[in-house]
């Protein structure tokens, strides 16, 4: 009898097990499945915080006797996990970023887009399916297990140990590790950067560190040490225009754009007018009678090297100015015969051979934010350009032209308050109007540029001098032909061309784009504003509706993914231009602010840029946001600690660690100049 009782005894003890595994083994499961679905590495600090994870919960789930109760409360943390991961992974699979503690809402309205996102779960159902298996294995199996369990004070006394244990040994092994730039020290105690701390810590540390960072405001000053011995730096390897040439502003012929490249051919020398005044204002950096983090501000930009005015400054001055923001446009989707106004204005105006578009944590509105505002948006915050909705904004276009007595005017083809840009637009400075508030295009999905063009351009072309700010949205994924209207409208177009189908439905949607500027350039033309406007367009981010590989395959080539991927296009174009001006300095969209200032000779002071003027002498540094940057001399990876040089010239420690730095010194005091308001206090304005 005894040896028939030892199976039961065996099979008991298994249940028990299993019953009592359960969380903990979820928690682990989670956060190993979505790292893995996400290619970020399950490192040894993500495996030890979600064991303490792990630990904690299962102490919180067994703490009451009662068998009921000890169900629910994991029934309620199962589905918590599910909800936390899955939502994520959505969104990342939609904006190629996490969302932050803040931006729940905006989630939520993300969700509205219904066709997106029942899109992304049908592209993802076996991904989905893996999410919710620990609910159904739950429900069905789990119900039945608990029941097995014999409670003893022991077992939340295990898990609170577990979680104390892995927890602190983590964290103390978190804080001795200064290595790299942003080191996983120095993200623990001090920063918050999503994607990386993602890679470093798992979702649910950074989640937390969200949480600490940003709702409770907590950090800690923290020393940043590293060496730049540990960097390793590979020999030139580069495939762009600038590896072949200088890094220089060349002006050249006009050529025939139906059939001949632009070329970087000079034809004349610019006359120099020595020396150039710095393009600064009279700021009183010296004032004592701020807190301590506005008097560290004075001393940082006081201490900055403006750049200097050029033989471009001032060359727009009196011009209307059209800017735009297009929706996931792409340097790959413009053709001289598919979308040829693009190609007209891409190849006539300033050409920027090296420009990028990083991509940062709100995707469109941070994208928006810094080609507009010149600044770094502030990490783990829900938008930049809803915190700085009640700051002083003197640098802002809207602002600034509106003093000169500009008509300022600004037009989104979709809902009006989408991110907030119903209070964000007016505190730049511009009358505005969207979908809800006056723009009266056909509500569609996504509504048509070409319409906006139409309705909006006769509310001011007859009234210079104006400034127009336009957010496309067009060319917003899904890129499909059965749910998106606008790549549905253009899919005569693009049904020949020798692309997979949502690489046709993405051209078939910034041919859109295209014939809204055509539009724009003949109602332009018809009101003699023509030659006497210039138009300023970038993207708010790459096409990341499409999968790597589909962009890859728009490309003609691979796409390298730190770099190469966020390489975009700045179009600066003037209808009273007579030659191109071919520009093979790296910059970016965070350049774009000073550059359009300085051209238009407006008063600013570069000091307070986190941007430079891409004419003026020096070289901009592309930056982004897991704080990999390119300078003219280095592309620096933060995800390897790699440094590639870009140039033959030797490249020492002292080089690199002035790079870091800066770059360092840019993020953290832009993103103070958002919370802080700095503005207001630095003129001294009263409080809105």
Not at 351 to 372: L, Q
Not at 393 to 407: E, I, R, T
Request: aromatic share 14%; with cysteine.
């Amino acid at each position: 009898m005894e040896n028939e009782k030892k199976p039961i005894r065996k099979r008991d003890f298994m249940f028990q097990m299993a019953a009592i595994l359960f969380l903990p083994v979820c928690v682990l499961y989670f956060e190993f499945l979505f790292s893995i679905l996400l290619h970020y590495p399950v490192t040894p600090y993500n495996i030890g915080y979600s064991m303490a994870t792990a630990g904690l919960l299962f102490g919180l789930s067994f703490i009451l006797r009662n068998q009921k109760v000890q169900f629910v409360m994991q029934g309620v943390l199962i589905i918590g996990l599910t909800l936390v991961f899955l939502s994520q992974f959505l969104y990342y699979r939609i904006f190629q970023v996490l969302y932050a503690i803040e931006s729940i809402q905006g989630a939520g309205k993300a969700a509205t887009f219904s066709d997106i996102l029942f899109g992304r779960m049908k592209d993802n159902a076996v991904e989905i399916f893996f999410f919710l298996l620990p609910i159904v294995l739950f429900f069905v199996f789990q119900r039945v297990l608990i029941r097995k369990i014999q409670f003893s004070f022991l077992l939340p006394l295990v898990g609170f140990c577990v979680f104390v244990l892995f927890f602190t040994g983590t964290t103390l092994f978190v804080l001795q590790d200064k290595a790299a730039v942003v080191s996983p020290r120095y993200m623990y105690r001090s920063e918050l950067i999503p994607d990386k701390s993602m890679r470093t810590f798992g979702l649910l540390t950074t989640m937390r560190l969200d949480f600490r960072y940003n709702i409770m405001n907590i950090r800690f000053k923290d020393t940043r040490t590293f060496n730049a011995g540990d960097i390793k730096v590979i020999e030139s390897k580069v495939n762009s225009a600038a590896s072949e040439s200088e890094t220089t502003v060349q002006q050249t012929e006009t050529l025939p754009v139906e059939t001949t490249p632009v070329e970087t051919t000079p034809v004349e020398t610019l006359p120099e007018v020595t020396p150039f005044e710095p393009n600064i204002m009279d700021i009183n950096f010296d004032r004592t009678d701020g807190n301590e983090t506005q008097l560290e501000m004075n001393g940082y930009f006081s201490q900055r090297e403006p750049t200097l005015q050029n033989e471009y400054t001032g060359l727009f001055k009196g011009k209307n100015l059209i800017l735009l923001t297009a929706e996931g446009f792409s340097r790959y989707a413009i053709d001289p015969v598919l979308t040829p106004t693009l190609y007209k204005l891409s190849t006539e105006g300033f050409v920027f051979n090296n420009f990028y578009t990083p991509i940062w944590g709100v995707s469109t509105s941070d994208g928006e934010f810094v080609a507009t505002t010149g600044l770094i948006p502030k990490a783990g915050k829900k938008w930049s350009y809803t915190e700085v909705a009640d700051n002083y904004m003197p640098f802002a276009f809207g602002n600034q032209f509106k003093a000169l007595g500009y008509v300022t005017k600004a037009y989104h083809d979709h809902t009006y308050t989408y991110y907030n840009r119903d209070r964000s637009y007016p505190n730049m400075g511009y009358d505005y109007k969207g979908v809800g508030n006056g723009l009266d295009v056909a509500v569609t999905w996504p509504e048509s540029d070409v319409e906006m063009m139409q309705l909006s351009v006769p509310e001011y072309v007859n009234t210079p001098p104006f400034h127009v700010y336009y957010m496309t949205v067009s060319g917003h994924l899904e890129y499909n032909f059965s749910g998106n209207f606008i790549a549905k409208k253009n899919e005569a177009l693009v049904k020949d061309l020798p692309y997979s189908d949502h690489v046709k439905a993405y051209l078939a949607c910034q041919i859109e784009l295209d014939r809204a500027l055509e539009n724009l350039l003949q109602q332009l033309s018809d009101s003699g504003q023509l030659e006497n406007t210039v138009i300023a367009l970038s993207p708010d981010h790459y096409p990341y509706g499409l999968e790597p590989e589909e962009y890859s395959e728009l490309a003609g080539h691979d796409l390298e993914k730190t770099f190469e991927r966020y390489k975009g296009e700045f179009i600066l174009w003037s209808g009273d231009m007579k030659a191109p001006v071919v520009v093979d300095k790296y910059c970016s969209s965070l350049d774009i602010a000073p550059t359009l200032a300085n051209l238009f000779g407006l008063a600013y002071d570069s000091r307070l840029y986190m941007g430079t003027d891409i004419l003026s002498t020096r070289s901009p540094v592309v930056v982004f946001q897991d704080r990999s940057f390119i300078t003219d001399k280095i592309m620096y990876n933060a995800n390897n600690n790699t440094v590639q040089k870009l140039t033959d010239e030797d490249i020492t420690n002292e080089y690199i660690e002035s790079c870091i730095a800066y770059v360092t010194d840019e993020f953290s005091n832009s993103a103070k100049i958002i919370s802080d308001d700095y503005y207001r206090y630095l003129f001294q304005k009263p409080d809105a």
